[in-house]
C-alpha cells in the first residue's frame, strides 16, 4: 500500500526546534487548549478533505502543534493511499502525541486506539539525495478494515523546544488557498498576552479575526482562503510569496541577529597545533595579499569539505565546531561559514556571518522578524573597504570569481549587538562565467550538414559542475553529458567529446566537435544563417496587460556573463555573401543587460566575438514598454548571413557531393563504433550516405538497422533507398512491413504509391479501398487515388472522388491542384484543364506545386511557353522541385536548348525515380 505522511515536522526546514523526549509515541487526550472543531458539520459539506484543523499553542520556549485531518475515502485510489498512516517527528526536539485515530461508518465511530492498533517507529531518511540527515523519527499505522465510503479521521500534536534560540519561539503556517476544497478548515495560533509574541500576515493573507481571552491572544483563519490573485512568473519574489500567518517572539531582525549570534563566536576554536592550524598557516605563507587569502580560504572550505546538513542532535541552527568540521571533513552551511569565519579571523581578515534566503531573498524584507525568513548561512568578508560573498558550500569559487555578489537579496549579520538587514549591493562580474568559442564549418553548401568545433570555458560553479564529468571515462557517458549540454545551443549531434578541470585555475572547459543538422535556411534562392551569439536572439516581452500587474516591476535575475567567440566559414569562399543588420554593437544596456559585439566579414569567413552580461535587478513598470522597444531595437539589427544563388547540391557531380559528405561520414562512423547495437545510428549514417549519393552504402547501414530494431521508420529508410535504386519491387516489401508495423494512412498511401510505382496500380488503389477514413483523411485518400489510378480503368472513379471530396470542401487549394495534376499526368478532360487548373493556382495563391501541375497541363496542350513561365516561377519559389526541374528539361530538350539535359541531370540527382514516374504518364525526354 502507498503510505500517507502526516508527519508535523514544521514546513520549513529551518523552523525544525529541539525539546528533550523520547523515541516513543505517547498516546493522550488532546490539549486543553485545543477548540474542538465541529466535526458532524464538516461532515454535512460533503467534501473528500472533511476536515483539516491545525492549532498551535506557543508557550513557555515550546511551539505546541495539534492537527485533526479527516478523509472521506471516495474510491479505491484513496483507500490505498490512506491503508498506511505516517506521523513524523524529531525526537531530540519534542515529542508525537497521537490522539485520535477513528473510521466512521455510517455516522457510527471504531476507535482504532481502543482497539489496540499496534504501529511501528522507524528511522527513515528520506533527504539522503540531498544530503540532508535530519534523524526524523515515523510512527507507522496501518489502517485495518477501511473500506470505500468510510471516513478516516486522525489527530496528533507535537512539541519542538529550540535550544538555539534561548527561550524564544517561531512558528510560520501556509495557508491553503480556494479552489482547494475542504468540509471545515481552520488555523489557529495563541501564546499568553504578556510572552512577547506577535504576529504578522505573509504574501496574499487576509487578516485574521483576533481575540483575547483568559490571558491568552488567539489568532485565527478560516481555509481555504480565496483564490491567490495570479502573479506573472518574471515578477520579483516579494510579489509571488505563498500566503501565510507567522508568529515569534521575536520583536525586530536586532533580536533575531542578537540570539543567533553566538553561535557563531569563533574566537580561540581553532587549536594551536592541530592539523586545521597548520592549513591556516600554509594559506598565510602562500601570499601576504589579504584578498588571495581569502580565496584561498573559501577554497579550502568548498574543495575539503563535502556537503552535509546534520539536523540531528538540535543541529538545525547549531553549527558544528570548526575542529569538528574539519576532523569531520563534511558539514552543512552552517558548519561551512563557521569554519570559514575561523579561519579568516586567524588571518586577521574583518568577516562575519550572514543569515540569506537562496531562493526568495527578495522576499525577506516582507516577513515578520523570525530566524525561518532564512535557509542559508554566508560569511561577508569586508578588505580594503570592498564587501565579498563567500558561500562555503557553493564550489569552483578562485581569485579571479570571488568579486561576484549572490542573488540573495537581503541578508542578516549576526551580531551579538543586533543588526537590520542589509540589502546586498551587486556589482558587474570581472570575469565571465562561460566563454564559448566555436568554429562553424559551413563550406560544404547550403544543403549539406555544416560541422563545428567547440570550446566551452567555465569559472565558478559552472566549472564546478565539469570536475565530476571531467572525471568520467567512459566516452559514451562523455558524450551523453556533451549532447545535453549542446542542445540548448545546436540541432544536430555530438561525435567527439571531452571535460577537463584544473583545479588551481578552477576553469573547467568542455571541447566537443559536431554536427549541425541543418546550417542554412532557404527561400527562394536565398540561403540564411541565423547568427546566434551572446548578444543575438534576446526576447524581453513581461507581459503586465492586467490592472493588477500595472505596478510590477519585472526582475533581472543573474549574475551572469557569457562571451562568444565564433567562426563561420562560408561556401564557395563567400561568393554571394552579405552580413544583413548590425555587425558591430557598442556597449549597450538593454533590460538591465549589457550588450557589446564586434564582427568582422573578410576572405570568406566571418568571425563574431561579443558578450552579455547580467546582475540581479528590477526594472520598474513604467520603464518596462521603452525597454521592450529598445529591445525590438537591437533585435531587428541582429546579424544574418545571406548568401544570394548560392550553388545547390543537386549542381555538384556525384563524386563533388561524395568528398563534400566523406566528412559527414567520419563523425557517424565514431558514433556507430561506440553503440554498435544502436539502429538509430546506423540510420543516421545511412542518411548521410544518401545524401552523398551512395546508395548501395545507405542500404548495408539501414538494413543492419533493421536487423537491430526493425522500427517502421527503418523500413521507410529503406524503401527510400531502394526507389532512388530503381529497385521498385523489393521497396514495395519494405513499404509494406512499415504499414503492417504502424498501420497508419501515411504508411498505407507510401505503400499505395510504391505499389504504382512497381507497375502494381491496381493493388494500390485495392489498398486504399481497404481504409476507413473521414473528415480529412477522407480527403488525402481520394488524392492518393486519383494520383495512381490514371493507368487502370478507374480513372473515372478516381475523378468522381476528387469532386466528391471538393463537394465537402468547396475551393480547397489541395484538391483542386489535384484535379489540375491528374488531368496532367492522365490527359483526362484536358480541354477543360486550363480553366481547371487557374482555379487551382489561384486558391494555393500561385505556389510551386500548383503551378507545376498547370504547367503539366500546358505542356499537353501544346502551350509550351506557358508551360515554361509556370515552370520558372515555380523553380523560382521551390528550386529543389525535381518535377518541375525535369518537366523544363524534357520541354527544352524538345526546343533543341541543350539546357534541357542540365534540367534532367539535375532532376535525376535530387530523385532518381523521376523517370520512371513521368514514364507512367507517358511523357520522357526526345532521344
Not at 183 to 200: C, E, I, K
Amino acid at each position: 500500500m502507498r503510505a500517507v505522511y502526516l508527519g508535523a515536522v514544521a514546513p520549513l526546514a529551518i523552523l525544525a526546534a529541539p525539546a528533550w523526549a523520547g523515541d516513543a509515541v505517547v498516546f493522550a487526550d488532546a490539549p486543553e487548549w485545543v477548540v474542538p472543531a465541529d466535526f458532524d458539520a464538516a461532515v454535512e459539506e460533503d467534501e473528500e478533505i472533511v476536515l483539516f484543523d491545525r492549532q498551535l499553542r506557543l508557550e513557555d520556549g515550546v511551539v505546541r502543534r495539534f492537527t485533526d485531518i479527516a478523509y472521506a475515502v471516495r474510491n479505491s485510489e484513496i483507500l490505498s493511499q490512506l491503508g498506511t498512516l505516517q506521523f513524523g517527528w524529531l525526537p531530540d526536539k519534542g515529542d508525537l502525541a497521537v490522539h485520535r485515530i477513528e473510521i466512521v461508518r455510517d455516522g457510527k465511530v471504531i476507535d482504532l486506539l481502543a482497539d489496540g492498533i499496534g504501529h511501528e517507529v522507524i528511522r527513515r531518511e528520506t533527504e539522503l539525495e540531498r544530503r540532508t540527515v535530519n534523524g526524523a523519527l515515523t510512527a507507522l499505522f496501518k489502517i485495518p478494515g477501511l473500506k470505500v465510503g468510510d471516513i478516516l479521521r486522525f489527530s496528533s500534536t507535537t512539541t519542538n523546544r529550540d535550544q538555539a534560540l534561548a527561550g524564544a519561539m517561531q512558528a510560520t503556517e501556509g495557508l491553503t488557498p480556494k479552489p482547494t476544497r475542504l468540509g471545515y478548515g481552520r488555523l489557529r495560533m495563541s501564546w499568553p498576552q504578556d510572552s512577547g509574541v506577535s504576529y504578522a500576515m505573509l504574501g496574499q493573507a487576509p487578516e485574521p479575526s483576533v481575540s483575547d481571552a483568559k490571558g491568552y491572544r488567539t489568532v485565527e483563519l478560516i481555509l481555504p482562503i480565496e483564490k491567490l490573485e495570479e502573479m506573472p512568473e518574471d515578477a520579483p519574489a516579494r510579489f509571488k510569496v505563498p500566503p501565510a500567518l507567522m508568529a515569534g517572539s521575536f520583536a525586530t531582525w536586532g533580536d533575531v541577529a542578537a540570539v543567533m549570534a553566538p553561535h557563531y563566536a569563533v574566537e580561540n576554536t581553532i587549536e594551536p597545533g592541530s592539523t586545521l592550524a597548520k592549513e591556516v598557516d600554509r594559506i598565510r605563507a602562500a601570499t601576504p595579499d589579504p584578498l588571495e587569502r581569502a580565496a584561498l580560504a573559501l577554497r579550502t572550505v568548498q574543495d575539503e569539505i563535502n556537503y552535509l546538513l546534520n539536523g540531528m542532535d538540535g543541529g538545525n541552527y547549531l553549527p558544528q565546531s570548526p575542529m569538528e568540521t574539519w576532523a569531520l571533513g563534511y558539514g552543512d552551511c552552517k558548519a561551512k561559514s563557521v569554519l570559514l569565519l575561523a579561519i579568516l579571523h586567524k588571518l586577521d581578515i574583518e568577516a562575519e556571518a550572514m543569515l540569506v534566503n537562496s531562493k526568495n531573498g527578495d522576499a525577506v524584507q516582507q516577513w515578520k522578524p523570525l530566524p525561518g525568513a532564512f535557509d542559508h548561512v554566508v560569511v561577508r568578508a569586508t578588505i580594503d573597504g570592498t564587501e565579498y560573498w563567500l558561500d562555503g558550500t557553493s564550489a569552483g569559487s578562485r581569485l579571479a570569481t570571488i568579486r561576484e555578489v549572490p542573488n540573495f537579496g537581503y541578508a542578516l549579520p549576526l551580531r551579538a549587538s543586533g543588526a537590520d538587514l542589509v540589502k546586498l549591493e551587486q556589482r558587474w562580474p570581472g570575469y565571465a562565467d562561460r566563454t564559448m568559442r566555436v568554429t562553424y564549418d559551413l563550406s560544404r553548401g547550403v544543403d549539406l550538414p555544416a560541422v563545428y568545433d567547440l570550446d566551452v570555458e567555465t569559472r565558478g560553479v559552472l566549472a564546478a559542475r565539469m570536475e565530476a564529468q571531467a572525471s568520467a571515462t567512459d566516452p559514451k557517458e562523455v558524450l551523453g553529458h556533451a549532447q545535453k549540454f549542446t542542445d540548448d545551443l545546436f540541432d544536430g549531434f555530438v561525435y567527439e567529446a571531452s571535460y577537463s578541470y584544473d583545479p588551481e585555475s578552477g576553469i573547467g572547459h568542455l571541447r566537443a566537435k559536431g554536427v549541425l543538422s541543418e546550417a542554412f535556411a532557404l527561400d527562394r534562392d536565398i540561403a540564411t544563417h541565423k547568427i546566434y551569439t551572446a548578444t543575438t536572439n534576446w526576447s524581453f516581452d513581461p507581459d503586465r496587460a492586467r490592472a493588477a500587474w500595472r505596478d510590477i516591476p519585472y526582475r533581472v535575475t543573474g549574475p551572469m556573463t557569457s562571451v562568444e567567440e565564433a567562426t563561420y566559414r562560408l561556401p564557395d569562399d563567400g561568393k554571394g555573401a552579405t552580413i544583413s543588420g548590425s555587425g558591430d554593437l557598442a556597449e549597450r544596456m538593454v533590460a538591465g543587460t549589457r550588450f557589446e559585439r564586434s564582427l568582422t566579414f573578410d576572405d570568406g569567413v566571418v568571425r563574431v566575438t561579443d558578450s552579455a552580461s547580467y546582475i540581479p535587478g528590477e526594472i520598474a513598470a513604467a520603464d518596462i514598454p521603452a525597454t521592450k522597444a529598445a529591445m525590438r531595437a537591437m533585435n531587428s539589427a541582429d546579424p544574418e548571413i545571406r548568401i544570394s544563388a548560392p550553388r545547390r547540391v543537386w549542381e555538384l557531380s556525384d563524386k563533388e557531393v561524395a568528398q563534400r559528405v566523406k566528412g559527414l561520414i567520419a563523425p557517424a562512423n565514431n558514433l556507430v563504433d561506440l553503440w554498435p547495437d544502436e539502429g538509430n545510428f546506423l540510420m543516421l549514417r545511412s542518411a548521410l550516405k544518401t545524401l552523398g549519393r551512395d546508395y548501395p552504402g545507405a542500404l548495408v547501414d539501414i538494413d543492419k538497422a533493421i536487423a537491430l530494431e526493425g522500427s517502421a521508420a527503418a523500413y521507410t529508410g529503406r524503401a527510400d533507398i531502394l526507389t532512388r535504386m530503381g529497385r521498385f519491387d523489393d521497396a514495395v516489401a519494405a513499404t509494406r512491413t512499415a504499414f503492417e508495423l504502424t498501420g497508419d494512412l501515411s504508411d498505407a498511401t507510401a505503400y499505395a504509391h510504391a505499389l504504382a510505382l512497381d507497375g502494381r496500380a491496381e493493388e494500390g488503389l485495392e489498398l486504399l479501398d481497404s481504409i476507413d477514413v473521414s473528415g480529412e483523411d477522407r480527403s488525402t485518400v481520394a488524392q492518393i487515388f486519383a494520383e495512381i489510378a490514371g493507368t487502370t480503368d478507374r480513372s473515372d472513379e478516381g475523378w468522381a472522388m476528387l469532386a466528391e471530396a471538393l463537394s465537402e470542401r468547396p475551393g480547397d487549394d489541395a484538391l483542386l491542384n489535384s484535379q489540375c495534376w491528374f488531368v496532367g499526368t492522365w490527359n483526362y478532360h484536358l480541354d477543360d484543364g486550363a480553366e481547371l487548373c487557374d482555379r487551382a493556382v489561384k486558391a494555393a495563391s500561385y505556389s510551386a506545386a500548383a503551378l507545376d501541375s498547370r504547367a503539366l497541363v500546358f505542356h499537353r496542350l501544346g502551350r509550351e511557353e506557358e508551360a515554361l513561365a509556370d515552370l520558372d516561377a515555380a523553380l523560382k519559389k521551390e528550386p529543389a522541385q525535381a518535377a518541375s526541374r525535369y518537366l523544363r528539361g524534357i520541354i527544352r530538350l524538345g526546343r533543341g536548348e541543350s539546357e534541357g539535359r542540365t534540367d534532367i541531370l539535375e532532376a535525376l540527382r535530387l530523385a532518381p525515380d523521376i523517370a520512371a514516374r513521368y514514364e507512367r504518364y507517358g511523357i520522357s525526354p526526345a532521344r
